[in-house]
């Protein structure tokens, strides 16, 4: 008997890829193996948790058994594998082996922790997925005063949320700005005056040293000597993909496990989708990468040729009351034509040979953005 493919992982790029592949009418046997329940959600609805007021269990559309049953797949949930052999085409789980056909690690990634001074830093919160989520509902619910270490995209969509919700928030952010690596400074400047007006306090060039108790509270102390008390402290300092069990097994890893085109690792018949995986050497955190990865490795997977192409995509920023979207790249030798007016701004990038690169559009201007993508995409 053939041995089946084994997906390792249940969020949106494991999903996604078995989505496809039953979509493109694979009868191939499917054996899951994920170290949570297998619950299907939408993960970035964690940035609005708060103002809706929903628990972990209201995120779930599916839960595991019900995905399972519907796309036809042995699912293996709360088991975590423990090993991949990849010469004997077999992993580990539960101390059981298991071999494959072809091996997928959708393993995703983990928020970085900064490790702290003081006896409180296991308060510290992440909130990468639903379990995360599930934890630490009550404590946010209760906390008054919330910090959030990061001002990246996900540090600022939950400050946000959590101010818009009634609670204080202190964002310290070690750069010089708001979500840096995808911002131009000028249009994090309107953000935070934004973030001002609801009460969120951001602290640029500042990152926690220490976290103590005190008094019934956390009071966090920064590298510039400042303190800050507090009921719940989030880290939102980064993610970094889960690479152990591909390091484990000798697959090439760098930032995430490497892969080409065709989404192949460097062990033949293993494969690697979503947050943990390194793609012309990028990991790209986000859906639209995944969507169009688990549709070319299901191709591959079905010995059907296909190559991964990324075309210009778009991020949308979940601030609701600063609505961002941007576009297509731009880097540090961008030069930007910006036009600043009360509905916001529409800033586009160029290149030296001035051909529009990406921009990015705020408030009422986002509904240029689709517009500004076909450009982009055509110059
Ligand atoms: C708050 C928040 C908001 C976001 N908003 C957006 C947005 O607006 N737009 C956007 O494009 N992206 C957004 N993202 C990013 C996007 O959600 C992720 O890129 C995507 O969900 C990652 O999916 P994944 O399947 O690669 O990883 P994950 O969802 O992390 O899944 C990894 C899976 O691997 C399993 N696993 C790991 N190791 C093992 C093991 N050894 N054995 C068994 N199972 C294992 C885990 O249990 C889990 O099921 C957001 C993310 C967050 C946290």
């Known amino acids: 008997m053939t041995a089946p493919l084994i997906i390792i992982g249940s969020g949106f790029a494991a999903y996604q890829l078995v989505k496809n592949l039953r979509r493109k ?5 499917i054996m899951l193996f994920t170290a949570n329940s297998g619950d299907e959600y939408n993960k970035p609805d964690l940035s609005h948790v708060f103002t809706r007021q929903q628990n972990a269990d209201d995120l779930i559309s599916h839960t595991g058994a019900e995905f399972a049953q519907q796309y036809q797949v042995e699912l293996f949930a709360n088991t975590r594998v423990e090993a991949i052999d990849v010469e004997a085409k077999a992993i580990t789980a539960n101390g059981v082996c298991y071999p494959y056909s072809a091996l997928v690690l959708a393993t995703g990634a983990t928020t970085f922790v900064p490790r702290l001074e003081g006896d409180a830093s296991q308060e510290i919160i992440t909130l990468n997925s639903l379990d995360e989520y599930r934890c630490s509902q009550q404590r946010i619910a209760l906390a008054k005063r919330v910090l959030i270490m990061g001002g990246g995209l996900i540090g600022t969509e939950l400050a946000m949320d959590l101010a818009a919700s009634g609670k204080q928030v202190q964002i310290l952010e070690p750069g010089t700005q708001l979500m840096a690596s995808i911002l131009p400074d000028f249009v994090s400047t309107s953000l935070e005056k934004q973030l001002r007006q609801e009460q969120v306090s951001v602290e640029c060039r500042s990152y926690a040293v220490a976290m103590k108790y005190l008094d019934g509270t956390i009071q966090v102390t920064s590298n510039k000597g ?5 009921d719940g402290v989030i880290s939102a300092a980064g993610l970094r993909p889960n690479l152990t069990l591909a390091s484990q097994a000798g697959l090439q890893v760098n930032q995430g496990i490497v892969v080409d085109k065709q989404l192949k690792t460097s062990a033949d018949s293993v494969y690697a989708i979503g947050d943990c995986a390194e793609i012309d050497g990028k990991v790209m955190a986000y859906l639209q990468p995944i969507i169009l990865s688990a549709n070319t490795l299901a191709s591959t997977l079905m010995s059907e040729s296909s190559t991964l192409t990324m075309p210009a995509m778009m991020i949308k920023v979940k601030t609701p009351n600063y609505p961002i979207q ?13 036009e600043l007016s009360p509905q916001g701004i529409v800033a586009k990038a160029y290149d030296q040979q001035q051909r529009l690169t990406g921009f990015v559009v705020t408030k009422d201007n986002i509904n240029q953005a689709f517009p500004l993508l076909r450009e982009v995409q055509t110059a």
């Open 25 to 29: 009418k694979s009868g191939r046997p």
């Open 226 to 230: 400042l303190t800050y008390q507090v």
């Open 326 to 338: 941007i576009g297509g790249a731009h880097d540090v030798d961008s030069q930007w034509k910006v």
